[in-house]
């Protein structure tokens, strides 16, 4: 398969390299000399994805697609539905992370910091500081701002 890939250009260099120094930045792969290696959470996230996110034919499917769009091959509107379609098969195959997933990445049993001055939630540390996990928008940034 690895030719296929290739042929049907699986990213460029530089779309690869802005793909690994965003995993770099997240915490899921580091670098140990000329290596990338997998973080703890890199290899959790990598066992709870589904298979077809992973799949370096879909990347390879999806880069030969966007070559015909730009040829005037394929339709710009097919190629997003397509995408649209599989992100809803996904969203409705996968509409929620079990407890055991969540705990898998430090989410489960966070010690509270306090209550948020926004909307009164828990307000626990996060890996850019802390949050308000009620989802309300509450960051320490923001209201430092304010």
Same mark, same amino acid.
């Given at each position: 398969?690895?030719?296929?890939?290739?042929?049907?250009?699986?990213?460029?260099?530089?779309?690869?390299a802005?793909?690994i120094?965003?995993?770099?930045k997240?915490?899921?792969?580091k670098?140990?000399?000329?290596?990338?290696?997998?973080?703890?959470?890199?290899?959790?996230l990598?066992?709870?994805?589904?298979? %077809? %996110?992973?799949?370096?034919?879909?990347?390879?499917?999806w880069e030969?697609?966007?070559?015909?769009?730009?040829?005037?091959?394929?339709?710009?509107?097919a190629?997003?539905?397509g995408?649209a379609?599989?992100?809803?098969?996904l969203?409705?195959?996968?509409?929620?992370?079990?407890?055991?997933?969540?705990?898998?990445?430090?989410?489960?049993?966070?010690?509270?910091l306090?209550?948020?001055?926004?909307?009164?939630?828990?307000?626990?540390?996060g890996?850019?500081?802390?949050?308000c996990?009620?989802?309300c928008?509450?960051n %320490?940034?923001?209201?430092?701002?304010?």
């Amino acid at each position: 398969m690895g030719d296929e890939v290739e042929r049907k250009g699986l990213g460029t260099p530089a779309t690869r390299a802005d793909v690994i120094e965003k995993l770099i930045k997240d915490g899921f792969v580091k670098r140990e000399k000329k290596q990338m290696i997998p973080t703890e959470d890199g290899v959790k996230l990598i066992t709870v994805l589904p298979d %077809v %996110v992973k799949s370096k034919k879909l990347t390879a499917n999806w880069e030969n697609a966007l070559t015909l769009v730009e040829k005037g091959e394929y339709s710009m509107q097919a190629f997003m539905d397509g995408i649209a379609d599989l992100v809803n098969g996904l969203v409705q195959t996968y509409h929620s992370v079990s407890d055991e997933q969540k705990s898998m990445f430090g989410g489960g049993n966070q010690e509270s910091l306090g209550k948020c001055p926004k909307c009164g939630g828990d307000v626990v540390k996060g890996r850019f500081g802390a949050y308000c996990k009620n989802k309300c928008g509450m960051n %320490v940034s923001r209201a430092m701002e304010g």
